[in-house]
């Protein structure tokens, strides 16, 4: 089962597109540390990138600048994909974190080389637009990616914060770009903060 | 786990978007028949959707008119989320088919009331579009929502048909938006039916 089924059409550039599309299904297998929801297991990353994609279409109110919303929901789709290569590294992984941009860039040459140049160039420079945080659209889908992981956290008592192995600080300067951009999405973060230290779930 | 721990922020807006936002993390269990491609289990419908929305940032050339890209991408981020109250309704189950429109309504009726009017207004619509298959946009949304599982089929020896149980009309008339909008990927299609039909993985 899998690629090796593949049959191709007889265009080429229809086939690449046709095994790019193919191949980012093991999104599914990249699993995050964050739980869903219901606590019942781990999220994976095209579970992550479908959340991030529809709440970027519900929080732009709190955002101070205007947003181009389409253009901000495609980079939510597409901002892990680099991760089918590079993996999932642990937002409080301070070692991890060390090496994961030369090796998601590894990943975007590997990844993106199999799409006709052009898409290739194009949802590459969406994923780093996204990772330079610079723009309004990126530092919106940023905000997303922080919240949601968060939000998650604060609904599954803590749990990637490990029962207080995490500190209050390292969540907060994760949070930066939200406390910047999203003041009252903050406001209720640090409501969330003070509650997840009172219950233990975050360090002080 | 879940919504019972939720903090709210002080502001009913906020809280109505944070909650619906937790809410549609239930798309991440509702189950489809169609297999991941690894063949190693059945994806679910966030990330069909995910899958779907990246797509349509691929297959834009083989569609005959303009497409604004931007909301066919949230269009397909959207399109099966009242599924979390409907369920997911097998493509060849002809009975739940008769059914489902009037289940997804209700259920569209009692999940957006959740949001805040203008953004339950907006995702409807959106909703309601794709669903009507009229615009561009949604014609196109739609072609990826069909050419995905057809494509994870073609992948997983046809597992959705079982074992020539769905017959190839059955097959072709659910395709019938792809040929109409995308004669050049549904000559591919075709090619995947005669392989199909001929490994007895699709009913002649």
Request: hydrophobic content about 40%.
């Amino acid at each position: 089962m899998g690629l090796e089924d593949f049959l191709p059409s007889g265009n080429e550039r229809l086939d690449s597109q046709l095994r790019f599309t193919a191949e980012i299904d093991k999104m599914t297998a990249v699993l995050r540390r964050t739980l869903l929801v219901d606590g019942s297991r781990r999220e994976n990353d095209a579970e992550h990138s479908w959340h991030i994609a529809v709440m970027a279409m519900l929080f732009q109110e709190y955002f101070p600048e205007p947003v181009d919303l389409g253009k901000a929901v495609q980079m939510c789709v597409v901002h892990d994909i680099v991760e089918i290569e590079a993996g999932d590294t642990f937002a409080y992984d301070a070692a991890g974190n060390l090496s994961k941009a030369e090796r998601e860039k590894e990943a975007a040459d590997r990844l993106f080389a199999g799409l006709p140049a052009d898409q290739g160039r194009y949802i590459r420079g969406l994923w780093e637009e996204f990772d330079a945080a610079v723009t309004p659209e990126a530092r919106y889908a940023l905000c997303m990616d922080r919240m949601q992981p968060f939000f998650h956290n604060t609904l599954t008592k803590g749990h990637t914060w490990g029962n207080g192995t995490v500190k209050r600080a390292a969540v907060e300067a994760r949070m930066a770009v939200v406390k910047e951009n999203m003041p009252e999405v903050y406001r209720w973060m640090e409501k969330n903060m003070d509650r997840g230290v009172a219950n233990g779930w975050l360090g002080e």
